[in-house]
């Protein structure tokens, strides 16, 4: 069920060191497996410590009653040639239980904000396709223009299986 946030208890800051174990905890229990294989794969200490090393004032918890209960975590791309600076939100998450009481909003907007201050144009997020809500939530920030990749893999623990020959 969720739990109704009273907006003026939820403050919006820059990550610190140390929010860092409380966020990527927070992670784990957002990006199973089973909510989604390759946010799971890819979510690790090092994509919190990377982007908080490279973009500290892109990188936002959500605190209530001091303990973090969300964060976003973004960079920014600026493409050789072109006057586009580009955003990328890579990662945001509020705590089960108190989604939907908008604090997802209240970080996308300060991420935003943050963004525009350094001339980005652009922003750019990515999801799994089967992401209900965090397409809903992307779509109600704006976001729109969905176009679709493919995600691979290839598991490189298992025997190659030898490719038939067309010769034969
Ligand atoms: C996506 C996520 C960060 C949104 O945060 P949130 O605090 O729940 O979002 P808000 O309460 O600010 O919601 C804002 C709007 O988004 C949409 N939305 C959010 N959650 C939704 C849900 N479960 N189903 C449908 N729409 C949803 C709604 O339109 C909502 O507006 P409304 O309340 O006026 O209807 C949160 O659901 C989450 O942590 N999801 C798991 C992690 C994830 O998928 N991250 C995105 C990829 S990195």
Redesign the pocket.
């Known amino acids: 069920m969720t739990k109704i946030i009273e907006e003026e208890l939820l403050e919006i800051r820059e990550l610190t060191i140390d929010d860092l174990a409380a966020v990527f905890h927070l992670g784990e229990r957002?990006?199973t497996s089973d909510?989604?294989p390759s946010?799971y794969r890819t979510w690790d200490e090092y994509e919190i410590t990377t982007l908080f090393n490279s973009d500290n004032e892109l990188c936002l918890v959500a605190e209530l009653d001091g303990e973090i209960v969300?964060f976003a975590l973004g960079t920014t791309v600026d493409k050789v040639n072109s006057a586009w600076k580009y955003g990328y939100?890579?990662?945001?998450?509020?705590?089960?239980g108190?989604?939907?009481?908008?604090?997802?909003?209240?970080?996308?907007a300060e991420l935003r904000k943050r963004m525009v201050e350094q001339g980005v144009r652009m922003i750019v997020?990515d999801?799994?396709a089967d992401?209900?809500?965090?397409i809903?939530?992307?779509?109600?920030?704006g976001f729109g223009n969905i176009q679709k990749h493919v995600y691979m893999t290839l598991n490189l623990s298992r025997p190659r299986q030898r490719r038939k020959s067309s010769r034969s």
């Open positions: 957002l990006f909510f989604s946010m969300g939100l890579v990662w945001i998450g509020v705590r089960p108190l989604q939907k009481g908008g604090a997802g909003h209240k970080l996308f997020i999801t799994d992401n209900e809500a965090g809903n939530f992307f779509k109600k920030q």
